[in-house]
């Protein structure tokens, strides 16, 4: 059984910064890429960045490109997304995913989540 579990979110200003976690467990993470993906209330799902198994490849959405970094230590099976610059827009409960499906902007290529970490930047 694999088990995704975020930390980090929290209430911060409009150009703070912030840096979430997800740890796993279940079955080798470092075999698998990871993603992170936000929903904002009354919105769908959407991809904001992932990682290859090795970390040697990372993905951005364009409205984070520039601002958060995504990173993994597969020592510790944690995989990490550094958030600068943060604006209202990117208010939302942020999940980690693990990768098994092709496509890594889809949410259909994931399948195991975690319960998420909300984040809200006030203006």
């Known amino acids: 059984q694999v088990q995704l579990v975020e930390s980090g979110g929290g209430l911060v200003q409009a150009g703070d910064s912030l840096r979430l976690s997800c740890a796993a467990s279940?079955?080798?993470?470092?075999?698998?890429?990871m993603g992170w993906f936000r929903q904002a209330p009354g919105k769908e799902r959407e991809f904001v960045a992932a990682?290859?198994?090795?970390?040697?490849?990372?993905y951005y959405a364009d409205s984070v490109k520039g601002r958060f970094t995504i990173s993994r230590d597969n020592a510790k099976n944690t995989v990490y997304l550094q958030m600068n610059s943060l604006k209202p827009d990117d208010t939302a409960v942020y999940y980690c995913?693990?990768?098994?499906?092709?496509?890594?902007?889809?949410?259909?290529?994931?399948?195991?989540w975690g319960q998420g970490t909300q984040v809200t930047v006030s203006a």
């Open positions: 990682i290859s198994w090795s970390g040697s490849r990372t």
């Open positions: 279940g079955r080798t993470f470092s075999s698998y890429a």
């Open positions: 995913a693990q990768h098994t499906g092709d496509r890594y902007y889809s949410v259909h290529a994931y399948d195991y």
